[in-house]
């Protein structure tokens, strides 16, 4: 037996509007992306949660170790540098986590109880997870890029 879900328009060509109909094994599937989205956005949230953690003990770890005898070198590094960075790994990290839970909510709720809206809010946000990591990818692309071309202005400058 087949659910058939209907694409909605907004506009009055609803009559000649191809309809999308999604099989039993698509609503599998989608059911068993959820989980699988389900158990890594909540993998997320743990990791999230460590790396902020992690940022509270930076400043005081590296206080201690420049304290040490031999490690002076280390004092000029600061652990509020690394408190911040790590603040800002643990945020850049739960976004996506989010998105991710949330899609695995909405998604199930949609699939098990055919419930259209609930599927379109957690396909919005499973499509908001890959437009952050496409953006953050071309900004790591770029940010690569130029410490690359630094390198090699640097290499020619300092021969």
Known sequence: ???NFEQTTTTGEQENAPQLIVTE???SYLYDMAG???FLGILGFVFSGLM???????GAMFTTI????GME???????GVFTFVFFLYAL??????????????????????ADQLSLETGIRKLKSFFKF????????????ALIFLFAIIGGIAGR
């Open 52 to 58: 902020a953690i992690m940022a509270l003990g930076m």
């Open 66 to 69: 420049s304290q040490m005898s």
């Open 73 to 79: 070198m280390y004092s000029g590094l600061g652990g």
């Open 25 to 27: 094994d698509m609503r």
């Open 133 to 144: 990591y496409g953006i953050l990818a071309i900004v790591f692309i770029i940010l690569y």
């Open 1 to 3: 037996m087949e659910n």
């Open 92 to 113: 850049l990290f739960l976004y996506p986590s989010l998105m991710l839970f949330s899609y695995a909510v909405k998604a199930k709720q949609g699939v098990l109880y």
């Open 36 to 38: 699988w989205a389900k």
